[in-house]
């Protein structure tokens, strides 16, 4: 599924010149699985949505609250 997506980024990118945008939530240093175009731009949010799920019921509601608050903090600085 990765590839195809990836794919499907670089055809909009190189053949069709559309701008597209690659956001990640929580990508850090692990690198993208397949070549991306250097037309792609990728922007990674820094959420590490998976930590929530290290607590009890209530305490990850509140987190995933606070990340979600988080990430669209992070979306409109990217604007």
């Not at 990118?13 to 692990?30: C, M, P, R």
Request: net charge positive.
């Amino acid at each position: 599924m990765e590839r195809i997506f990836v794919d499907k980024m670089n055809y909009l990118a190189d053949k069709l010149h559309h701008e597209v945008y690659l956001i990640t939530s929580s990508q850090g240093n692990h690198p993208i699985s397949f070549p991306l175009s250097p037309h792609v731009r990728h922007i990674d949010l820094d959420i590490r949505y998976h930590m929530q799920y290290q607590y009890r019921l209530l305490k990850r509601l509140w987190l995933k609250f606070k990340l979600n608050r988080l990430c669209k903090r992070h979306l409109k600085k990217k604007k």
